[in-house]
């Protein structure tokens, strides 16, 4: 069934270093793909987003690439700082109507 | 902060009993999704809802079931709750505009079933 995995699970950086997240897809059919935030107890805000048609896409600080070939999108966060510690999500959407979420990855910013 | 709102935002039931969670979309959005979030886990999509129709639906069996009103607001209703029931609860709206569509979700509903 369609799938995406998500790496790492944890990631500590010190402040002002990047940090990477990367996502692997199943659905060959995907073409959206967004990433969110979610702070503790809050909802998940989307920060980036990509379509198929588009390999990188930048915003300020973050960035997004896709390679579809691979099925792979990753997310960079550089100059990274306190404020960005929270927990991470890629999620894939394709031709269907849902969006298949990763599992999550805790980015924590060292002072 | 996005215009998709949820209530209750906490909810405290028993095994065995029914609930009913609301959500009020983004003005403009005629499509609503509701997922599940467990502790420590991704949202897991239950179900969708365009233009007052079921339009897909995940993994869930059918004591989760819904509903979306002509103004686009949604509730998801839950039977039979069981202890694994217990999650935040988050509703998404979007908007399809050609083949764009982003997706906002609510603040969420934590269920705990004792």
């Known amino acids: 069934g369609e799938n995406v995995e998500q790496h790492p699970s944890t990631l500590s950086v010190q402040e002002g270093d990047s940090a990477v997240i990367k996502c692997t897809y199943s659905?060959?059919?995907?073409?959206?793909f967004p990433w969110y935030k979610q702070e503790l107890g809050k909802r998940p805000q989307l920060i980036i987003d990509?379509?198929?048609?588009?390999g990188e896409k930048k915003d300020q600080r973050i960035a997004v690439t896709l390679n579809k070939t691979a099925k792979h999108f990753s997310l960079h966060i550089t100059e990274t700082q306190p404020e960005d510690s929270a927990v991470y999500f890629c999620?894939?959407?394709?031709?269907?109507?849902?969006?298949?979420f990763g599992t999550g990855t805790r980015l924590k910013v060292l002072a | 902060e996005t215009g998709v709102t949820q209530s209750p935002t906490h909810l405290i039931k028993t095994r065995g009993q029914q609930v009913t969670l609301r959500c009020s979309s983004q003005s403009g959005h005629n499509t609503v999704s509701w997922y599940q979030q467990a502790l420590g886990q991704g949202p897991q999509f239950i179900f969708q809802?365009?233009?007052?129709?079921?339009?897909g639906r995940g993994n869930f069996p059918p004591r989760f079931s819904g509903l979306q009103f002509p103004n686009y607001s949604s509730e998801l209703n839950v039977n039979a709750l069981e202890l694994d029931d217990s999650a935040l609860y988050l509703c998404?709206?979007?908007?399809?505009?050609?083949?764009?569509?982003?997706?906002?979700f609510g603040p969420g509903t934590r269920l705990l079933v004792l």
């Open positions: 809802y365009y233009r007052e129709e079921e339009n």
């Open positions: 998404a709206s979007s908007s399809t505009t050609g083949s764009q569509e982003t997706q906002y």
């Open positions: 659905d060959s059919a995907s073409n959206y």
């Open positions: 990509i379509r198929s048609n588009v």
């Open positions: 999620a894939a959407k394709g031709g269907t109507y849902k969006y298949i």
